[in-house]
């Protein structure tokens, strides 16, 4: 069956230290992946996506994720963590064909300390 | 628009009584997705729309869910005689027609709470 595991709930990082939140997903065909992070009563916000090519993505607000196929993973990292990173990360897969929904981990809730 | 608008923001109904919630998908798109968000985490995905043409329901509840997509409306996800357990989030999402890898653009939700 499809899906898509992130298996830590919660994370607490401090502020300046880096970060990896982990994805790792089970799809029959070849997957398309991205990162989405949702603040406090907001929507879903694209943080980068991989399609083909190098695996190694960068996307918005300084975030990388490296596909590894072998792992089947998809893992997120940040150099250096803000206050303002502080948010709910989920993680998706989808397939090649427009139109076709994705699907979901259950999400990492990231907290920051000072 | 630029941006995938929901409306309302918050919807409370009692029990039993009908609840319908309004997506306008970004101009140009031709995919629209529904999707539920119950409690914080998992999304449930509902349906999905090519233009106004229905183009996966396999999520969709069998009974008291209906969607629509109709030419110069906004679309729209309806839920008969609501039940406790529709209390969520409900997303919906926009992507274009041409290119395979073109990413879902989300709104900010509706939060339907029943009552």
């Known amino acids: 069956a499809q899906s898509v595991t992130q298996p830590d709930i919660h994370i607490t990082v401090s502020e300046g230290a880096s970060l990896e939140l982990r994805c790792n997903y089970s799809y029959g065909a070849t997957p398309y992946l991205f990162w989405y992070v949702q603040s406090p009563g907001q929507g879903l916000q694209l943080l980068l996506k991989?399609?083909?090519?190098?695996?190694l993505v960068q996307g918005i607000k300084g975030f990388e994720a490296e596909f590894k196929r072998s792992q089947s993973s998809f893992n997120l990292r940040k150099p250096s963590v803000h206050w303002s990173d502080a948010a709910e990360y989920f993680c998706?897969?989808?397939?090649?064909?427009?139109?076709?929904?994705?699907?979901f981990g259950k999400g990492t809730t990231l907290s920051v300390s000072s | 628009g630029e941006e995938v608008a929901q409306t309302p923001k918050h919807l409370v109904r009692g029990e039993g009584q009908k609840a319908k919630l309004y997506c306008a998908p970004i101009?140009?798109?031709?995919?629209v997705f529904w999707y539920q968000q119950v409690l914080k985490n998992e999304f449930k995905f509902l349906i999905s729309?090519?233009?106004?043409?229905?183009?996966?329901e396999t999520g969709m509840p069998k009974e008291r869910f209906s969607a629509k997509c109709l030419p110069n409306s906004p679309c729209s996800l309806e839920i008969q005689a609501t039940k406790l357990e529709d209390s969520a989030v409900y997303f919906c999402?926009?992507?274009?027609?041409?290119?395979?890898?073109?990413?879902?653009?989300f709104g900010d939700g509706t939060r339907l709470s029943i009552l």
């Open positions: 101009k140009g798109h031709s995919y």
């Open positions: 999402a926009s992507s274009p027609q041409v290119g395979a890898n073109q990413p879902q653009h």
């Open positions: 729309f090519q233009n106004e043409n229905v183009f996966d």
């Open positions: 991989y399609f083909s090519g190098d695996t």
């Open positions: 998706a897969v989808g397939a090649s064909q427009a139109g076709t929904a994705l699907i």
